[in-house]
Structure formats: C-alpha cells, structure tokens
Antibody, heavy 120, light 108 residues
Framework: QVQLVESGGGLVKPGGSLRLSCAASGFTFSDYYMSWIRQAPGKGLEWVSYIGEGGSPIYFADSVKGRSTVSRDNAKNSLFLHMSSLRADDTAVYYC?????????????WGQGTLVTVSS | SYELTQPPSVSVSPGQTARITCSADELPKQYAYWYQQKPGQAPILVIYKDTERPSGIPERFSGSSSGTTVTLTISGVQAEDEADYYCQSADSSGTYVVFGGGTKLTVL
C-alpha cells in the first residue's frame, strides 16, 4: 500500500534552516507529482510547494518563496524540502502528499507529518 | 491572493444532512477537492473534481458545484463524521494551490 513517511522535523532557532525528507513506498514514485503541505498548531492547511515527476515544474507558496527549495530523488523514492531563514510562523506540522496519477494537486495520499518548531 | 471561503463551523444532529460550502470567484475555472481531517490525523480526500467520490468513501458523501460555490454534502450524518473539512483548489493557471480555512463539523 502507499506509504509516505516524513522525517527531519524538530526544534530550530529563528533564522535557522532545516531539511525535511519524505520516504515513499508502495507505488512508482517517479510517476507522480508530490507536494509539501503544512499546518500550524490549531490552524488550517497551507500548501507549501509541489514538484513534477521528473523534478520540474516546481512552485512555491508566496509565504516560503525565496527561502525554500524542493527536490526529489526518484532512484531513492524520496522527496525533500529545504527551508532557511526560518520564522516563528513556519512552526507547523509538515506533510508530504502525493497527487493522483495525471494530476498536479489532487492529494490522494498523505504522510503522518513531521513537526517543525521555530523558537529560541 | 486567491482565497477559498468556508464557514468556520457547521452543526447537525445524527441522521440529518450537513452542507459545507466553499466559495471563490475562480472556482468555475478549476476543480475543487474536499478533505476530512480528524484530530491528530492526516487529511483524507473525500471528494475530487467537484463531484467524484474516491473508492472507500461512504456514499453519504457527495459534492456539487454551482457558479462560484462548491458544496460538500453529508447525508445521514454519523458521529464518526465529526471532523474538520477543507476545500482545496488552484488559481486559474493551475500554478498555485489553495486551501479553504476549514469547517469544523460538529455532530450534536
């Protein structure tokens, strides 16, 4: 079955950086668009970024644009998010999500998320 | 920036019908999707492309679209349907994804 497992979350100081990973299994990873979506504590869902099957196109939400990169390693079935210049409002659970085959943003599978806390 | 507007909360008694709306001017240009999220869990897709239901989602969940509003309808609400529901779409170019603010469904 489809499985997405995020890792790399934790406590980060303001201005710091982090690298999140998402390990995928149970499907042909290289056939699917992937996204990062986050949820601040007690708040709603916020799309962060998506990346095409082969590594492009790549798009970011305005809230993280310019201080984030997203990449994937199809040989290792892995998705990555690197964020820098972290702020308190980046504190959230970060989910990786798979878009349904042939779509960009119909999210049919989600990981359980990894919590990122930005605090001094 | 593009925003999807949902009511913050909806309350219904068991067995009644719950309707959750989502509105935005650009909704006619892109499909809408609905997700259910229970506390401490990841979201689950319950409606895609405005009206389609994924396999495994109960038939009581349905979606509709009219103009700039899409609606998630849950017929014969059950206690287990109590959750947050989010609509999602994209801007007209399909470049940027957007979620509504979420609606908390309370089963009285």
């Amino acid at each position: 079955q489809v499985q997405l497992v995020e890792s790399g979350g934790g406590l980060v100081k303001p201005g710091g950086s982090l690298r999140l990973s998402c390990a995928a299994s149970g499907f042909t990873f290289s056939d699917y668009y992937m996204s990062w979506i986050r949820q601040a504590p007690g708040k709603g869902l916020e799309w962060v970024s998506y990346i095409g099957e082969g590594g492009s196109p790549i798009y970011f939400a305005d809230s993280v644009k310019g201080r984030s990169t997203v990449s994937r390693d199809n040989a290792k079935n892995s998705l990555f998010l690197h964020m820098s210049s972290l702020r308190a409002d980046d504190t959230a659970v970060y989910y990786c999500a798979r878009a349904s085959f042939g779509t960009y943003f119909q999210f049919d599978s989600w990981g359980q998320g990894t919590l990122v806390t930005v605090s001094s | 920036s593009y925003e999807l507007t949902q009511p913050p909360s909806v309350s219904v008694s068991p067995g009644q019908t719950a309707r959750i709306t989502c509105s935005a001017d650009e909704l006619p240009k892109q499909y809408a999707y609905w997700y259910q999220q229970k506390p401490g869990q990841a979201p689950i897709l319950v409606i895609y492309k405005d009206t389609e239901r994924p396999s495994g989602i109960p038939e009581r969940f349905s979606g509709s679209s009219s103009g700039t509003t899409v609606t998630l309808t849950i017929s014969g609400v059950q206690a287990e349907d109590e959750a947050d529901y989010y609509c999602q779409s994209a801007d007209s170019s399909g470049t940027y994804v957007v979620f509504g603010g979420g609606t908390k469904l309370t089963v009285l």
